[in-house]
């Protein structure tokens, strides 16, 4: 009995320590997370949370900072944040859903990512048609331009911007 919990004792201590010099955040742990936020980002050993609407939170974070090395968990990842998040240097994303686009965003820049459902194409809210964002970079290929095009546009922000 003292093996066992001794050996428990040792596996919880290896997993906070992972977590602590830049360990991999469980699956669970991104999903409670994304209950009460859009946006998490482990780095560094260290979370942090953000609140907005569509890919806000992800342009605004890339202003002050990148993602080098990051694990990234959002709650819709479509080609748009899967430019910024490969323009931020990303370790690995999760995410409950996720388009075919942003898929081969990944696939294409070598990156790691986990998805509970695929769909062809994010909707935007409404539900009526395509995302305006993802609209927006159809033909974009280049994070780097993808990122400065959004950065641009919340700048200028406008209810038109988004048309």
């Known amino acids: ?3 066992i919990i001794l050996a428990l004792c040792v596996m919880v201590l290896f997993a906070t320590c992972a977590f602590a010099f ?22 560094n050993g260290e979370k942090s949370v953000y609140n ?3 890919i806000r939170p ?15 968990a959002d709650k819709v990842i479509g080609k748009a944040s899967a430019l910024l998040l490969v323009y931020g240097g ?11 686009p942003a898929k081969k965003v990944f696939k294409r820049n070598h990156i790691k990512y986990n998805a509970d459902k695929v769909v ?5 809210r409404a539900g009526t048609d395509i995302c305006p964002m993802e609209k ?23 209810p038109a911007t988004f048309q």
């Open 1 to 3: 009995m003292k093996k």
């Open 22 to 43: 830049g360990g991999k955040p469980s699956k669970g742990e991104l999903r409670k997370d994304l209950e009460e936020h859009s946006l998490v980002v482990f780095k």
């Open 52 to 54: 907005g609407k569509g």
């Open 58 to 72: 992800l342009v605004d974070y890339l202003e002050t900072d990148d993602l080098e090395g990051a694990y990234v």
């Open 90 to 100: 990303v370790k690995e994303v999760y995410t409950p859903l996720m388009s075919k």
């Open 120 to 124: 062809d194409e994010i909707i935007n």
């Open 136 to 158: 927006k970079v159809r033909n974009i290929d280049d994070p780097k331009t993808a990122y400065d095009m959004f950065k641009e546009m919340f700048v200028n922000f406008t």
